[in-house]
């Protein structure tokens, strides 16, 4: 009776404990959904705090210590002649009980905590990509964007053309930290994927980033190629205007059209028409007609008027060019 009368005192406790725990356990049920970073770091905060002071509340580490202590004592020497006794075998399967409750207590707890403890943490991790793409997006839908819709001219000379290669080029080596960035973001986001208490809103940011960047990159790549097929452009003309100045001149000594066809050497003329040729290769078809797709395609109307005269010329001149060739090849296969 007196060794009842003393461990009486943890079993009231443990007890209390038990009907004390619903509402001890609440803070760590309640779902939290905090709107910032700073937030989130607050209920973190307060979560750790939280489960130290519920430990003491519950005094579940005092107990778990005095309900070791009443074991040993149960299974001392000077408790072995009472091991049959109803009374006391009752109360030390009691105590056995009562002390796996202590356990559970603690283990219940901390798994609340901890499964608390990572909804917050996730939750900061959330917050901060949110924040960060947030940021990426603003500057793909502003300041890319603008860049794009601002930067259309294809340059009416080499010299604008290549000019506006440049500009690109250092664009593009201006936006190779916020790419990078972009993507270091995106593998960030495939690993909170992978974690539990992730929100939607990971997914449909990274789903609105990748078609972003995606977006981003065929319009540098789309840029990329005009401008250069503007450069080509410019250099085909120039190529094709200066041989067009050539071929004129050629063309006042070697005008087999202006003379009678009796009078010439096809020979010797086709020898000094392939010489020239060699000298000053005519443009090719292909060439031709990239002139003419380019010209056909500017949207400066000054621009394509200059462009189609000058087209025109090397497209006359080509044409004589042939002809010439088709006659003297017939003149030379009559004498042979």
């Not at 940021?135 to 290549?162: C, D, K, P, R």
């Not at 593998?187 to 990748?210: F, P």
Request: contains cysteine; aromatic residues 8%; proline residues 3%.
């Amino acid at each position: 009776v007196r060794f009842r009368m003393q461990v009486e005192p943890f079993i009231c406790d443990v007890v209390g404990v038990s009907k004390r725990l619903v509402e001890a356990i609440a803070p760590f049920t309640q779902e939290e959904n905090p709107n910032t970073i700073q937030e989130a770091e607050e209920s973190l905060k307060i979560h750790k705090i939280q489960r130290r002071k519920t430990l003491e509340t519950l005094h579940v580490d005092e107990l778990a210590s005095e309900g070791e202590r009443i074991r040993v004592r149960l299974h001392s020497p000077a408790k072995e002649h009472f091991q049959n006794n109803p009374d006391f075998k009752a109360t030390v399967e009691t105590i056995e009980v009562l002390l796996n409750r202590v356990e559970n207590v603690r283990t219940r707890l901390d798994g609340l905590w901890t499964t608390k403890k990572e909804k917050l943490e996730t939750k900061i991790r959330e917050k901060k990509f949110e924040k960060e793409a947030n940021q990426i997006i603003e500057w793909f839908e502003q300041y890319a964007e603008e860049f794009f819709e601002t930067h259309t001219e294809m340059g009416e000379s080499l010299e604008v053309a290549q000019a506006l290669v440049n500009e690109l080029l250092e664009f593009e080596d201006k936006t190779k930290d916020i790419v990078q960035h972009t993507d270091r973001l995106l593998k960030q986001a495939s690993k909170l994927e992978g974690l539990q208490h992730v929100g939607r809103s990971v997914k449909d940011l990274t789903v609105r980033i990748k078609g972003l960047l995606s977006d981003f990159e065929l319009k540098m790549e789309h840029r990329k190629k005009r401008l250069d097929d503007a450069v080509r452009l410019h250099n085909i003309m120039e190529t094709a205007i200066n041989w067009c100045i050539e071929g004129v001149e050629f063309l006042s000594n070697y005008d087999i059209l202006a003379v009678d066809l009796n009078d010439i050497d096809p020979i010797h003329t086709k020898t000094q028409l392939n010489q020239f040729q060699q000298l000053y290769p005519p443009p090719t078809k292909d060439d031709i007609q990239m002139l003419s797709d380019a010209v056909s395609s500017m949207e400066s109307h000054w621009g394509r008027e200059g462009f189609q005269f000058a087209l025109n010329r090397i497209v006359e001149l080509h044409d004589r060019f042939e002809l010439y060739h088709k006659l003297l090849d017939e003149m030379i296969e009559q004498k042979n």
